[in-house]
């Protein structure tokens, strides 16, 4: 079975600090990579995905998430954090398309 | 184009009872999923269904069930409840006919098991 790591539960950051949440996951496939964002009492919204071709995938609101094959990781960044940041950010993996797997999750708290 | 919705948002139940929740999914989307979020767990994938046949489950038990509807709308049944059932129960759904579609979902249904 696939397990998604998620190394950091909590985040606390300042507003328009940079910041990066950590993913890290177990396939030596082929596999679709997704960021999910929570916020509270919502349920999840894709925030962005790597399917295939450029490494570099970027969403509407400033995040980016790097794909790394060779170390298994999907990082999320953002250059300048806003207080409406402020969420829960799951990683998740699906290595056919057909099942998903989930990280923890990591709460990110942006600081006034 | 409505999303997925789920209900109820939120209940109250004590143990021992049984508890059904309903989700309805995008228009067009065959396939439905449903996931326990609990803190410092994270999401557990519990089963999906597609075209009315559950295709994937995850590892709960037998007490955790679900089903789905020829208009996709789909169920999913908690018997003999405990504390450990607490949850917040989060449904998704997806298109299911192709290997890149990614899940969309709904806001939760909140169950307090006392």
């Known amino acids: 079975a696939q397990s998604v790591t998620q190394l950091d539960s909590q985040v606390p950051v300042f507003e328009e600090a940079p910041v990066e949440l950590r993913c890290n996951y177990s396939?030596?496939?082929?596999?679709?990579l997704f960021w999910y964002v929570q916020y509270p009492n919502q349920g999840l919204q894709l925030l962005l995905k790597?399917?295939?071709?450029?490494?570099l995938v970027e969403s509407i609101n400033g995040f980016e998430a790097e794909f790394n094959k060779s170390q298994t990781s999907f990082h999320l960044r953002k250059p300048s954090v806003h207080i409406s940041d402020t969420a829960e950010y799951f990683c998740?993996?699906?290595?056919?398309?057909?099942?998903?797997?989930f990280g923890t999750g990591t709460s990110l708290t942006v600081i006034p | 184009k409505a999303g997925v919705t789920q209900t109820p948002r939120y209940l109250i139940k004590t143990r021992g009872q049984q508890v059904t929740l309903s989700c309805s999914p995008i228009?067009?989307?065959?396939?439905v999923s449903w996931y326990q979020q609990t803190p410092g767990q994270g999401l557990q994938f519990l089963f999906e269904?597609?075209?009315?046949?559950?295709?994937n489950k995850g590892n709960f038990p037998g007490r955790f069930s679900g089903r789905q509807f020829s208009n996709s709308r789909s169920e999913m049944n908690v018997s003999t409840l405990e504390l450990g059932d607490s949850a917040l129960y989060l449904c998704?759904?997806?298109?299911?006919?192709?290997?890149?579609?990614?899940?969309?979902f709904g806001e939760g249904s909140r169950l307090t098991v006392l």
């Open positions: 998704a759904s997806r298109t299911g006919t192709r290997s890149t579609g990614e899940l969309f």
């Open positions: 396939s030596s496939v082929s596999v679709y």
């Open positions: 790597y399917l295939s071709g450029s490494t």
């Open positions: 998740a993996v699906s290595p056919t398309g057909n099942q998903f797997y």
């Open positions: 228009s067009g989307h065959r396939s």
């Open positions: 269904y597609f075209s009315e046949t559950q295709r």
